[in-house]
């Protein structure tokens, strides 16, 4: 049976640790997180972390090896779209303008990265005031930026699904968008970072850097709520507008021709239709969700932690808590390419040809149109 002050002990033990990723703690002094800071480092930091101890070592590697593998994902699959997209003339559409922009801004995110594991590899602000201001303004800049390009994407896909004929963006429309995102995107990154209006600090393990959403003034509240807003709700609204207008869109064409086969005493209106393929609408409709789950997972997770910061209760904000809606934003930049670009047919064609070595299996359009061709002028009339 425990004895009441072993439960007592076992309790306290629980409340301190948190959410922590190795909670087990020795009989040597416990070691607060910040200790051993002073000046700027120190006076950096919220208030709020200091009354945790420091998380164990385990930790720190566990956060550094998953770090470290998001980093080599995202950089090799955004960096090859980059380079494919932009070396291949075909492929340099108006719309896939958007698609190099978002593979650009997810590199950038994960070029921060390195911060983050020499941080964990020191376990704690190693970097300090300067290397905890590069992070923090690289990952607003490329956050905000991306969320905002990926409804740009989706007002273009549903400009050309729902309006064939002249929904197509012309490049210089493409270009306006894409400036128009950074213009968008420059106050909420430079303002936290000249500390006009908000301000960037450590949090968590002291390894990371983001907004405050700590400081309960009232200034510092209403920058949480205005970027909660303007950055998270806005482009997800825009976003589940979008695609839900293409989905709509596509159910109601695929019922037309439905109507019009049944009129004509017809299985179907499409000459290769398969019995066993995926109807279009559903192929469209898991693109839409795919592309809306991905953002609404990726960033809901901080938006909720934010504001739970500015306006709940912070008790519930321990530092093992706050560092998973770090890594579900950096999954997705890893994810990012495989939605947009490597699962594109033409995407990967080019990837074939120029690195044949990745023994991409896929079929040549040129080939297969020169052989329907054939085929259909040797067939009798």
Not at 216 to 232: E, G, I, P, Q, R
């Amino acid at each position: 049976m425990i004895a009441p002050a072993a439960m007592d002990n076992h309790t306290e033990n629980n409340y301190n640790y948190g959410a922590y990723f190795a909670p087990y703690r020795s009989d040597e002094p416990v070691e607060m997180l910040g200790a051993g800071l002073t000046g700027a480092d120190l006076a950096a930091i919220p208030e709020h972390w200091l009354a945790y101890p420091a998380p164990p070592a385990s930790a720190h590697t566990m956060l550094a090896l998953v770090y470290v593998f998001f980093t080599a994902a995202a950089l090799i699959g955004n960096g090859l779209v980059i380079f494919i997209f932009s070396a291949s003339k075909s492929l340099r559409t108006p719309s896939n303008l958007l698609v190099v922009q978002l593979a650009i801004l997810d590199f950038l995110m994960m070029l921060k990265a390195p911060i983050f594991i020499y941080n964990s590899i020191k376990r704690g602000f190693a970097a300090g005031v300067i290397g905890c201001q590069i992070f923090a303004f690289m990952g607003s800049v490329s956050g905000t930026a991306a969320g905002l390009t990926n409804a740009c994407i989706a007002y273009d896909r549903h400009s050309t699904i729902t309006r064939p004929l002249d929904g197509r963006l012309s490049r210089g429309k493409v270009l306006l968008m894409m400036v128009c995102v950074w213009v968008y995107t420059a106050p909420w990154a430079i303002l936290p970072q000249l500390q006009i209006w908000g301000r960037y600090v450590p949090e968590g393990f002291l390894t990371s850097c983001t907004f405050d959403y700590l400081t309960t003034t009232f200034d510092n509240k209403l920058f949480v709520a205005s970027m909660f807003v303007c950055v998270y709700v806005f482009p997800m609204l825009a976003i589940m507008y979008f695609y839900s207008g293409i989905v709509k869109q596509v159910f109601a064409h695929e019922a037309a021709l439905r109507e019009q086969a049944k009129k004509m005493n017809v299985d179907s209106l499409r000459s290769n239709q398969n019995a066993s393929a995926e109807s279009a609408e559903i192929r469209i409709a898991k693109a839409a969700l795919t592309v809306c789950f991905l953002y609404v997972a990726s960033w809901t997770p901080y938006g909720v932690m934010s504001l739970i910061g500015a306006f709940g209760d912070q008790n519930l904000l321990t530092p093992g808590v706050t560092m998973i809606p770090a890594l579900a934003c950096k999954g997705v930049a890893c994810i990012d390419p495989w939605v947009y670009a490597i699962s594109h047919p033409k995407y990967r064609q080019e990837l074939q040809k120029r690195m044949p070595w990745l023994q991409i299996d896929e079929p040549d359009d040129n080939v297969s149109n020169t052989t329907n061709n054939t085929a259909n002028s040797s067939a009798p009339a």
